[in-house]
């Protein structure tokens, strides 16, 4: 059983409005990222929400396998959300995949690619790979998640990644990798590329915005 963890629940202090909400071709960007997880197959989705929590949870529509986490902590850094996914996720998960809510492009095909390979053996941890550029989706065994919920501040799961990169095994996936939306000038460039999913072939397309 795999868990998929989105965290969402940052202020997106340098935009100045909560980013998990902009509108991506009639979707929130975050509805974008539920759905991928949803497409590729995930068996629990962990969102977890902070800032501007309410808004959030008004505006998604959940598949039956997702649920809203509240992260009360969300202001002390990304770190807290990761924990707050991390105990949320199913007894029962051996493996949780880790997707940012302010990444619409993720694809699911490369979501599954990354738990193919977990499942495949490939070791603690392995990473999406854009052409040779790590990038999220990111699995992690169950077996690193006390050093992965031991991160501090704003790292995240990078921390991990930096003291163990021996762990890591990159998976091939093609294409380019997902943007984050930090800036009104990543909204309008995640904008401009964005195209529907249904438009584009799951496998080494170059679009940048994938729902």
């Given at each position: 059983m795999i868990t998929v963890i989105i965290l969402a629940a940052g202020s997106s202090s340098r935009l100045g409005r909560p980013k998990q909400l902009l509108d991506l071709g009639g979707r929130p960007v975050l509805q974008h990222v539920i759905d991928?997880?949803?497409k590729a197959g995930a068996d629990e989705i962990a969102i977890v929400v902070g800032h501007a929590a309410d808004q959030v949870a008004g505006a998604?529509?959940?598949?039956p396998q997702a649920r809203l986490v509240h992260?009360?902590?969300h202001g002390k850094g990304q770190s807290t959300s990761l924990r707050a996914g991390?105990?949320?996720?199913?007894?029962?998960?051996?493996?949780?995949?880790?997707?940012?809510?302010?990444?619409?492009g993720?694809?699911?095909?490369?979501?599954?690619s990354v738990v193919e390979a977990w499942r495949?053996?490939?070791?603690?941890?392995?990473?999406?790979?854009?052409?040779?550029?790590?990038?999220?989706?990111?699995v992690f065994d169950?077996?690193?998640?006390?050093?992965?919920?031991?991160?501090?501040?704003?790292?995240g799961a990078r921390s991990l990644l930096i003291v163990h990169p021996e762990w890591v095994r990159p998976v091939e996936v093609g294409g380019q990798p997902p943007d984050d939306i930090d800036t009104e000038q990543d909204y309008a460039r995640?904008?401009?590329?964005?195209?529907?999913?249904?438009?584009?072939?799951?496998r080494n397309r170059r679009g940048q915005s994938d729902p």
């Open positions: 991928a997880a949803a998604v529509s959940l598949p992260n009360p902590d991390l105990r949320a996720a199913n007894p029962a998960a051996g493996a949780v995949v880790i997707l940012l809510g302010d990444q619409p993720v694809r699911p095909d490369a979501i599954a495949e053996g490939a070791g603690p941890v392995a990473q999406a790979s854009y052409e040779g550029r790590p990038a999220h989706p990111t169950r077996s690193v998640w006390p050093e992965l919920g031991g991160a501090a501040g704003d790292e995640v904008r401009a590329a964005f195209a529907p999913c249904d438009e584009q072939p799951d």
